[in-house]
């Protein structure tokens, strides 16, 4: 379980762009890492949008976005590049950094129970400790409820 004060598990990822990011590079910076079920379904663009809508105020905080979910960098690409996503999207395949963050698990949809992703934030400080945990969040608040974590 991840907890707030401790420090962020690091890993590395696959970008939409074909890079590695690696957490602990990005310290120095606060980092919001999202982690929502799939690319291009209604709640993961509500919630992709309402952090593009208000990206400029992820900006002024100094934050790095980091959206993490088990689809392809080719699914991550396409999804961005209909949406005009302009923060990083992470492809975790085999869900390992999922299930180090502890999003992993049995979800319900339309009566079926599946494995899959949790919708969980975690904001990280720029000394790469958690200062907020966030889960079950809601994606039409979520942009406005992490940059209150983020100001907090």
């Known amino acids: 379980m991840i907890e707030e004060g401790k420090p962020a598990p690091d890993f590395e990822l696959t970008s939409d762009g074909g ?12 980092v919001v890492l999202y982690f929502y079920p799939k690319d291009d379904t209604p709640g993961c663009t509500t919630q992709a949008c309402g952090i593009r809508d208000a990206y400029g105020e992820f900006e002024q905080a100094g934050a790095v976005v980091l959206g993490v979910s088990p689809d392809s960098e080719t699914s991550h690409v396409k999804f961005k590049e209909k949406y005009g996503l302009p923060f990083t999207l992470l492809a975790d395949a085999d869900h390992a950094v999922a299930e180090l963050y502890g999003v992993w698990g049995e979800k319900t949809f339309a009566g ?6 949790n919708r969980s934030t975690f904001v990280i400080g720029a000394d790469g ?9 809601k994606p039409a608040t979520h942009a406005d409820d992490v940059l209150a974590a983020l100001g907090s």
């Open 19 to 30: 890079e590695t990011v690696k957490l602990s590079a990005l310290r120095g910076k606060p």
């Open 112 to 117: 079926k129970t599946y494995l899959g992703v």
């Open 129 to 137: 400790n958690v200062n907020k945990v966030m889960h079950d969040v």
